[in-house]
């Protein structure tokens, strides 16, 4: 994703859970970040609930600036908006009820950024450079069968570009076919790009050879491959006891979903910095993180 909007509750109680030791506030501040989502928008919700407290918010904005700050993110680049989504105040519009409230104001590298709404916010997300010259990477979310048409597989272009006449290959399964026509919403697309979400219909294949995980790649540009091991970087959130090599926990990695076993723990790291912090470790537990080889259960298509 471009950009993460952490929807925090304002109500007495319910903020404190959130962004307590294993709340769910903290886990998904540090979730974003983790997966490398570098934008970040705080939304206080439930404003009504506290009377529209200019208090209660700054209360609010002080304690988030402070823990996601540790999490990695500067809150000098987040707009925190107070909003409250019982009546839509201060989401599309501004709100009659929080007269108190300037707005919110975010640092940039074109400079200073300045909002009222929820909806400000999100027009002012910074888009990302789409990486448009790399070789074609195209997880398949599903694939249906439409009559008259043939196979349609569907997906997000994560790289690269897709277009009528290419020759795609779907990895691990192998399967190498020519690209008919690509639609998005309904409508022709000369070609879709980084971030589209499109769907492709596609010569003589058949909806039992393809199938959701599996990734379609231009098969004359660098196609992707299967791989048989590979090494991941993994935080430790919640965890009964200890993990060691053995383990086998389901990965969800891109839009596949499947069993890995960790074969071997390589090093401990800061998941901060990313720094070594031990070698070789024997387990790992709860707030860990660490550099892992694992094992697919079954053929998986994922790189670096």
Same mark, same amino acid.
């Given at each position: 994703?471009?950009c993460?909007?952490?929807? #925090?509750?304002?109500?007495? /109680?319910e903020? @404190?859970?959130?962004?307590?030791?294993?709340?769910?506030?903290?886990?998904?501040?540090?979730?974003? *970040?983790?997966?490398?989502?570098?934008?970040?928008?705080?939304?206080? &919700?439930?404003m009504?609930?506290?009377?529209?407290? @200019?208090?209660?918010?700054n @209360?609010?904005?002080k304690?988030?600036?402070?823990?996601i +700050?540790?999490?990695?993110?500067?809150?000098?680049a987040?707009?925190?908006?107070p909003?409250?989504?019982?009546? /839509?105040d201060?989401?599309?519009?501004?709100s009659?009820?929080?007269?108190?409230?300037?707005?919110?104001?975010k640092?940039?590298?074109?400079?200073?950024?300045?909002?009222k709404?929820?909806?400000?916010?999100?027009?002012?997300?910074? $888009?990302? !450079? =789409?990486?448009s010259?790399? $070789?074609? =990477?195209?997880?398949?979310?599903?694939?249906?069968?439409?009559? /008259?048409i043939?196979?349609?597989?569907?997906g997000?272009? @994560?790289?690269?570009?897709i277009?009528?006449?290419?020759?795609?290959? *779907?990895?691990?399964?192998? !399967?190498?076919?020519?690209?008919?026509s690509?639609?998005?919403?309904h409508?022709?697309?000369?070609?879709?790009?980084?971030?589209?979400?499109?769907g *492709?219909n596609?010569?003589n294949?058949?909806?039992?050879?393809?199938? =959701?995980?599996?990734?379609?790649?231009?098969?004359k540009?660098?196609?992707?491959k299967e791989?048989?091991?590979? &090494?991941?970087?993994?935080?430790?959130?919640?965890?009964?006891?200890?993990?060691?090599a053995?383990?086998? $926990?389901?990965?969800?990695?891109?839009?596949?979903?499947?069993?890995?076993? *960790?074969?071997?723990? #390589?090093? +401990?790291i800061?998941?901060?910095?990313?720094?070594?912090?031990? &070698?070789?470790?024997?387990?790992?537990?709860? /707030?860990?993180?660490?550099?892992?080889?694992?094992?697919?259960?079954? $053929?998986?298509? !994922?790189?670096s």
């Amino acid at each position: 994703a471009d950009c993460a909007i952490l929807i #925090i509750a304002g109500g007495t /109680g319910e903020f @404190e859970a959130g962004i307590s030791k294993d709340g769910q506030t903290r886990e998904h501040a540090l979730l974003a *970040f983790t997966l490398g989502v570098r934008q970040l928008i705080v939304a206080v &919700n439930k404003m009504d609930t506290t009377k529209w407290s @200019e208090d209660r918010f700054n @209360e609010i904005v002080k304690e988030t600036s402070t823990f996601i +700050k540790k999490v990695g993110y500067n809150p000098k680049a987040v707009a925190f908006v107070p909003i409250s989504g019982w009546h /839509g105040d201060n989401m599309l519009e501004e709100s009659a009820n929080m007269p108190w409230y300037k707005g919110w104001t975010k640092e940039t590298k074109a400079g200073v950024v300045k909002g009222k709404t929820l909806l400000d916010a999100i027009d002012a997300i910074e $888009p990302p !450079v =789409r990486p448009s010259d790399k $070789p074609l =990477r195209l997880p398949l979310q599903d694939v249906y069968k439409i009559g /008259g048409i043939g196979t349609v597989p569907v997906g997000r272009v @994560e790289t690269g570009i897709i277009k009528a006449g290419m020759v795609v290959t *779907f990895a691990p399964s192998n !399967v190498t076919t020519e690209v008919k026509s690509v639609e998005m919403h309904h409508e022709q697309l000369e070609q879709g790009n980084p971030g589209d979400n499109v769907g *492709f219909n596609v010569k003589n294949v058949s909806v039992k050879d393809i199938r =959701r995980g599996n990734v379609a790649s231009d098969s004359k540009n660098d196609p992707a491959k299967e791989a048989a091991s590979f &090494n991941a970087q993994v935080i430790v959130l919640n965890h009964p006891g200890q993990i060691g090599a053995g383990y086998a $926990p389901v990965l969800d990695c891109h839009t596949a979903h499947i069993a890995c076993k *960790f074969a071997e723990l #390589i090093e +401990k790291i800061d998941r901060r910095t990313g720094k070594s912090i031990e &070698n070789s470790p024997k387990f790992v537990k709860s /707030g860990d993180a660490c550099i892992v080889k694992l094992i697919p259960s079954k $053929p998986m298509c !994922v790189e670096s």
